[in-house]
């Protein structure tokens, strides 16, 4: 059977055995996010939870697939309904890139930028931030003030597999990435890739707990297709819409399978190049716990160069496994996707077909390929073929 895998402008389709492993979710059908937006769970529809001169502030994780046609459309949801004097301010998370997610704002409708304040949170700059209180452990909150003095929170984002949270969305969006530094490093120490989405995850409870003292929010979350795409979008009250999101991910997005295979074929979406690398490593991450130990794992991806001091490190180092305690205990911004990398490198054989040069492929420890015709080969002569496209949203596990 044939087999369309796609990252941007790289694309293969594929011809695969009927006994290969083939993970699919699909798309959702028109309308999908105004129809979720118009049927909110446990609230009103949205322009019925704000009055003239509220402030309004929409807090958007970049990551969220088709980002621009969720944020237009719950712009549109105040304007079609005559909602007026709002003020508004679309928040955005840090950017280590440093480029304010300029490829994002750049294509965000006139409608939207002409109407509200976009704004890029820094949480080095005291001046954006606020207490909010303490939690139950003792733990000082501080937030973007746009979050603190809004009259209404709309967060923006996707429920998915986290190795930080088990589960990304919701209020996940919120804490930590719109506190201080000190809570963005405290947190990154909290990351466990060896357990199991479902079992406990402290910082999972407390972003939980800061969205409870900030009083009722709505959300709108996004579950992804295969194709980086939207195959479900659940709005309304935050712990309804995570819960049944939740499930809804697990449903389609947990593979359980028997055996380990030869070779796993994996792609990640097209994204904004600020996401390429951390998208590349959560997929590598994930599809590792499918290769059979000195396997093959072929990645499909549309990749920024990787000019990062610690990509750079790893271009010029003979042994990558060398880097793994230097970023566990000096971990730079990519020290997450890195790391998962070099995993993989240790575990299997990883090839990649991109756009990158040859060269720096083989910089990074990967080996090329040239074309679609030269993965194909790689799978006609694998015993066993697994085939996760956007593996960057799944969760593998092996065995009964």
């Not at 190049?273 to 951390?278: D, I, R």
């Amino acid at each position: 059977m044939k087999v369309s895998i796609n990252s941007g402008s790289v694309n293969a389709t594929l011809e695969v055995s009927e006994d290969a492993c083939v993970h699919q979710v699909e798309a959702a059908g028109a309308n999908i996010i105004g129809t979720g937006l118009s049927s909110p769970i446990a609230l009103p529809p949205l322009h019925e939870c704000v009055v003239p001169g509220d402030n309004v502030t929409i807090v958007v994780d970049p990551e969220t697939p088709q980002v621009v046609d969720v944020i237009n459309a719950v712009w549109e949801q105040f304007q079609s309904n005559s909602v007026t004097d709002l003020h508004c301010t679309l928040l955005l998370p840090p950017d280590n890139s440093g480029n304010n997610w300029k490829a994002l704002v750049d294509v965000l409708p006139v409608s939207v930028t002409g109407q509200m304040v976009v704004d890029v949170y820094d949480p080095a700059d005291e001046n954006q931030r606020r207490y909010l209180a303490s939690s139950a452990a003792g733990e000082r909150v501080y937030l973007a003030h746009h979050i603190i003095d809004a009259d209404l929170i709309v967060t923006i984002g996707v429920i998915g597999f986290d190795a930080l949270f088990g589960y990304r969305g919701t209020n996940s969006g919120i804490y930590p990435a719109f506190s201080d530094v000190a809570a963005l490093k405290a947190a990154e120490a909290m990351r466990h890739v060896e357990l199991e989405p479902d079992a406990k995850r402290p910082l999972r409870e407390l972003t939980d707990e800061v969205g409870w003292l900030l009083g009722t929010q709505f959300t709108v979350q996004v579950i992804p297709n295969s194709h980086g795409q939207i195959a479900q979008v659940l709005c309304g009250a935050p712990e309804e819409v995570f819960n049944e999101g939740r499930e809804f991910a697990t449903r389609h997005w947990k593979l359980q399978v028997e055996d380990t295979f030869e070779l796993a074929v994996i792609s990640i979406p097209r994204s904004l190049p600020q996401l390429g690398w951390k998208q590349f490593g959560a997929a590598v991450a994930s599809a590792t716990r499918l290769v059979e130990d000195g396997g093959r794992l072929a990645v499909v991806a549309e990749l920024p160069i990787p000019d990062s001091p610690a990509f750079g490190m790893l271009r010029r180092c003979n042994e990558p496994g060398d880097l793994l305690k230097p970023l566990r205990l000096e971990p730079t911004y990519d020290a997450v996707e890195l790391t998962q990398l070099i995993n993989a490198l240790q575990h299997c054989s990883v090839f990649l077909l991109s756009n990158l040069d040859d060269s720096v492929v083989e910089e990074l420890g990967m080996l090329a390929l040239s074309s679609e015709g030269e993965l194909q080969r790689m799978i006609a002569a694998a015993n066993s073929v697994a085939v996760v496209p956007s593996a960057n949203y799944a969760w593998a596990n092996v065995g009964v």
